[in-house]
């Protein structure tokens, strides 16, 4: 029994850690929320060196042909930092997928541009006003010799100012899944890119128009009409980073409220003292360590092909979604009148929380599918 | 990260696993679980479980091999406790005596001590209780008033305990009397006894608990007689001998884990046979938010556990965190019958005999709030927590 990280998965936080305590920490989502994309595009690079963006990319494509154990440390702590960025995306959905179903030619163009820093990628699925399951997908690719044709819009694509690369689901046929592809699309002048407002001002998201764009049908990852399947095995890389990511926004929460409650001091005394705040904090701890255990595992299931693993990672991530949006609504009332400025980091992990909520399915959603997955 | 279980513990599970299908009480493992309910019954039934227990070595197994243990390391206690669970093992009665008071007294009794109590113990000729809690002193410890006077080399023991655990089937009690007043810290001069429970000053009344059964006492010391050699550490330095005693549950809350696995597997099972409007439990919708929420929570509590347990192993014994367990698994358990209840209708008032499922989580859910208050309520837990694991400061008056 050994249900911890190992030592270099400590060590590399603790560089982490050291890295991002040295920027600042939140500074930088709070820069780029004032404009400031090149104070998040210089840490970005910072990481890159770290070895933050080749972790999961094997050694023949530039990468250090890690799994996805080692990626936990590196999304714990930018959820702490609140960092902006597509990580999730192209870290935890587009390197496995191209590892898993990408062309040699796919995964020599883009996975050392990845390792190296110079191309992020985001997933753009949702339609206006659609939801996410399958039969809402209209987004078309039709087929044209060598080419795609694309027409249509995606919205809320994360990180969609940023972003060099998009994966899309297309409808290719008209099976319900079995009529979806995963397409990668290089950005480019012809799609016409709106930034959209977000309640996380740290995330930008953007809706993206497709007038019959023009992608060479190699672009398609894995087979046509496929897209579906793929997707989701995508989704349990993603949604086990995602967990761990919130996991670490929560230590930070947890660790924020405890230290505001030795050092502030009402009626004579820290209010750390008064049962009503202290045992509000240890309800939080008690979550952010039950949310850690639910993420380390569910990260363990992928590495190791788990049987049990999509209910691992899906009750990972509706537990951690959930623990979140209640930890850090609680270190805002902790904190009191202070807790309600801008001024303290409170809010930005409140609306960070609110962002992952409902981010590519619901709580409810991901629910069903631990049903599903345990064949109830 | 690794969760395999190695050879040698493999080998160590299919052992106990055969031992126990030759050993257990006749039809146990085809489902027919009674134990007698008359006092005396039940007691000779207990002690003769653990009797065949120690004769089949199965008994304070992590005791060390010179005191008739077998020097099991954690990873062996752990898959003890599964398996125990697995087959819904008759209750241990001298549960205090083999994994509280044995262990103690095996570190730091006297060679006299060990020679009196120590087999007596394994064997369960001698089933041990604790006399702590007092009706002005609960969670509050250290305000104990039950007063042992030095007369001689007696003590004489005046005082009444209170939810003393099997103290009506107890010969022997580990007791916490007052035998100095210190003006500031009340845990300075309070001594530790090992007090013997036939004698004519000590009184036991069982208390009927909410959820029918008489688990535990109100015991009665009047001109109780202890002797200097019933002392365990110093006399006056009792609170460190409890502290210590505590520590000894290296496996913290392990087994109450595995039941509520088992208890959760068997919400599922329930639930998809049980059925409404002629679909099953299962199927609907708010049903299926629910358990997929307690899966969460359970799992959740589970590999909280085996982190900690990673700590134990690195460390050699458990740190502040096991709180963390106990206040997680007392309080899911809890919310977890209470729901089965829920979901079972009208239905979910019948009882005992008449309850809906085989299961009666009636008994269960009324069981549950014991575990929130015993062996240190959760307000009590989340003290330790907030203090001790966050380093938040303490209240005034402790």
Redesign the interface.
């Known amino acids: 029994?050994?249900?911890?990280?190992?030592e270099e998965q400590e060590m590399f936080r603790e560089y982490l850690r050291k890295y991002l305590n040295d920027v600042g920490q939140t500074k930088v989502a709070r820069n780029f929320i004032k404009g400031d994309l090149q104070g998040f595009l210089d840490i970005h690079s910072g990481l890159t060196d770290l070895g933050c963006t080749s972790i999961n990319i094997s050694e023949e494509y530039g990468g250090l042909g890690l799994s996805s154990?080692d990626l936990v440390p590196f999304f714990e702590e930018i959820g702490r930092s609140l960092l902006p960025g597509v990580y999730l995306e192209t870290m935890a959905f587009a390197v496995p997928l191209l590892e898993l179903y990408g062309t040699t030619e796919q995964k020599e163009n883009y996975l050392p541009q990845i390792a190296s820093g110079s191309k992020k990628i985001t997933l753009a699925w949702l339609e206006p006003n659609k939801s996410f399951n399958p039969d809402e997908v209209e987004c078309s690719a039709e087929i044209n010799g060598d080419s795609l044709i694309i027409n249509g819009v995606k919205t809320l694509v994360s990180g969609g100012d940023i972003a060099d690369i998009y994966i899309l689901l297309v409808r290719t046929g008209e099976e319900v899944e079995e009529g979806l592809s995963l397409v990668l699309v290089d950005h480019s002048e012809e799609i016409k890119r709106n930034n959209l407002k977000c309640v996380d001002e740290s995330k930008h998201l953007a809706e993206l128009k497709f007038n019959s764009l023009a992608v060479p049908i190699n672009q398609v990852v894995g087979p046509i009409n496929q897209g579906w399947s793929l997707l989701q095995e995508g989704l349990l890389y993603l949604n086990a980073a995602l967990s761990s990511q919130m996991v670490g926004g929560m230590d930070r929460v947890?660790e924020m409220s405890?230290e505001y409650?030795?050092i502030r001091e009402q009626f004579g005394?820290?209010i750390?003292?008064?049962?009503a705040i202290?045992?509000r904090?240890?309800?939080m701890?008690?979550e952010l360590?039950?949310?850690?255990?639910?993420s380390?595992?569910a990260n363990?299931t992928l590495e190791n092909s788990s049987d049990d693993r999509a209910?691992?990672i899906y009750?990972?991530r509706?537990?951690a979604a959930e623990a979140y949006i209640r930890s850090a609504s609680q270190n805002i009332q902790i904190h009191g009148g202070i807790g309600f400025t801008e001024e303290i980091d409170c809010h930005l992990y409140l609306k960070r929380a609110r962002y992952f909520e409902n981010y590519l399915g619901s709580s409810?959603d991901y629910?069903?599918q631990?049903?599903l997955a345990?064949a109830? | 990260?690794?969760?395999t279980?190695s050879k040698k513990e493999e080998a160590f599970r299919e052992e106990l696993k055969t031992w126990l299908s030759e050993n257990l009480p006749y039809g146990w493992m085809e489902g027919k679980r009674e134990i007698p309910t008359t006092k005396e019954e039940y007691s000779k039934f207990l002690r003769d479980w653990q009797r065949t227990l120690y004769e089949g070595g199965w008994a304070g197994i992590a005791w060390p091999k010179e005191y008739g243990g077998r020097n099991a390391t954690i990873?062996e206690e752990?898959i003890y406790h599964q398996e125990m669970v697995r087959v819904k093992a008759p209750p241990l009665i001298n549960y205090i005596g083999i994994h509280m008071v044995g262990p103690t007294l095996i570190r730091s009794g006297s060679e006299q001590q060990k020679q009196k109590y120590i087999q007596n113990i394994l064997t369960g000729e001698e089933v041990w209780c604790q006399g702590y809690s007092e009706p002005n002193a609960g969670s509050d410890l250290s305000a104990i008033q039950t007063n042992a006077t030095k007369d001689g080399d007696c003590w004489i023991i005046n005082g009444q305990k209170v939810w003393t655990s099997y103290g009506h089937l107890a010969d022997r009690c580990f007791l916490l009397a007052r035998t100095n007043n210190h003006p500031e810290k009340k845990h300075k001069g309070i001594t530790a006894f090992l007090l013997d429970m036939k004698q004519s000053g000590v009184e036991t009344k069982p208390i009927l608990q909410m959820d029918g059964n008489q688990e535990f006492n109100e015991l009665y010391l009047t001109d109780a007689i202890a002797h200097d050699a019933d002392i365990i550490g110093e006399v006056d330095e009792g609170w460190k001998v409890m502290i210590e005693l505590m520590l000894h549950e290296r496996v913290g809350i392990g087994a109450e884990l595995f039941s509520l696995e088992m208890r959760f597997n068997e919400m599922?099972e329930i639930?998809?046979e049980h059925h409404v409007n002629e679909k099953p439990l299962?199927e609907d919708r708010f049903v299926?938010?629910k358990?997929?929420?307690f899966?969460?929570?359970y799992?959740?509590?589970l590999?909280?556990y085996?982190?900690n347990?990673?700590?134990t192993?690195k460390k050699g014994h458990p740190g502040p965190e096991s709180s963390?367990d106990k206040?997680?698994v007392s309080e899911l358990n809890k919310e977890m019958a209470s729901f089965m209840i829920t979901i079972q209708g009208h239905h979910g008032v019948l009882w005992k005999e008449n309850a809906p499922v085989d299961t009666v989580w009636q008994d269960e859910f009324l069981a549950s709030f014991g575990q929130t208050i015993g062996g240190g309520t959760s307000?009590v837990q989340?003290?330790t927590?907030?203090?001790r694991?966050?380093?938040?400061?303490?209240?005034?008056g402790r």
């Open positions: 029994m050994d249900f911890a990280l190992n154990l947890v405890t409650a030795k005394q820290p750390g003292r008064f049962q202290k045992h904090i240890v309800d701890k008690l360590e039950t949310a850690r255990s639910l380390y595992y363990w209910a691992a009750s990972a509706s537990f409810q629910n069903e631990v049903a345990l109830w | 990260m690794e969760f279980i990873m752990i599922v639930a998809k299962l299926r938010q358990m997929a929420e899966y969460a929570r799992r959740g509590s590999l909280n085996y982190r347990l990673t700590n192993l963390i206040l997680l307000e989340r003290n927590i907030g203090e694991v966050l380093g938040l400061p303490k209240d005034r």
